[in-house]
């Protein structure tokens, strides 16, 4: 089966910085790459579909990159309301594993 | 408006079954794969098991495959997870996930409230 994997598994950064999360699948995957939001207590919502496809509604700050094996999301002027827990996912076909996750806070 | 509510976790002894059901309302539920993701106490998300639109194609994640089915009703728009010999590893919030557009490769962008299950003695 193929892996995901992100880094970093946290970060700490200023409200206006720019934020790149990064995601690598064992294997290829083409462009099957999704990216989701989980704030805290709450249910994950979509930000990012086929790798770099800003879902609709979803601030334009957002944006991903990447495809085959090596992707990232990119939050170009980080905002409070960005506090979460971001987790990649390959989907492609069975299992559609998630990555382990990347906590991002506010510094 | 499109939704997915899920219904019938609880407490349960290791060893034990237990149901878990996800109602969907909103859309045509017979055209969409209905996913199952859990996630333990803070952990990250786990994917659990895939239904495809007509229940013909099912799927699981290694960690519950023999234990688990996944089934539905498309006439009562329902999913179904149907849990066997649970584990306390097995203790989690499930949530059912409904794919973005009516084929197979989706990401997941409808998502329940989820339902917690403990498996303690």
């Known amino acids: 089966d193929i892996q995901m994997t992100q880094s970093p598994s946290s970060l700490s950064a200023s409200v206006g910085d720019r934020v790149t999360i990064t995601c690598r699948a064992s294997?290829?995957?083409?462009?099957?790459l999704a990216w989701y939001q989980q704030k805290s207590g709450k249910v994950p919502k979509l930000v990012i579909y086929?790798?770099?496809t800003l879902q609709s509604g979803v601030p334009s700050r957002f944006s991903g990159s990447g495809s085959g094996t090596d992707f990232a999301l990119t939050i170009s002027s980080l905002q409070p309301e960005d506090v979460a827990i971001y987790y990649c996912?390959?989907?492609?076909?069975?299992?559609?594993?998630f990555g382990p996750g990347t906590k991002v806070d506010i510094k | 408006q499109v939704q997915v509510v899920e219904s019938g976790g609880g407490v349960v002894q290791p060893g034990r079954s237990l149901r878990l059901s996800c109602e969907a309302s909103?859309?045509?539920?017979?055209?969409?794969?209905i996913h199952w993701v859990r996630q333990a106490p803070g952990k990250g998300l786990e994917w659990v098991a895939v239904?495809?639109?007509?229940?013909?194609?099912?799927y699981y994640s290694d960690s519950v495959k023999g234990r688990f089915t996944i089934s539905r009703d498309n006439s009562k728009n329902t999913l179904y997870l149907q849990m066997n010999s649970l584990r306390v590893e097995d203790t989690a919030v499930y949530y059912c996930a409904r794919v973005a557009v009516a084929a197979w490769s989706q990401p997941f962008d409808i998502w329940g409230q989820g339902t917690m299950v403990t498996v303690s003695s």
């Open positions: 239904a495809s639109n007509d229940g013909n194609n099912k």
């Open positions: 909103g859309f045509t539920f017979s055209s969409f794969a």
């Open positions: 996912q390959k989907y492609n076909s069975a299992p559609f594993t």
């Open positions: 086929g790798a770099s």
């Open positions: 294997q290829g995957i083409s462009n099957y």
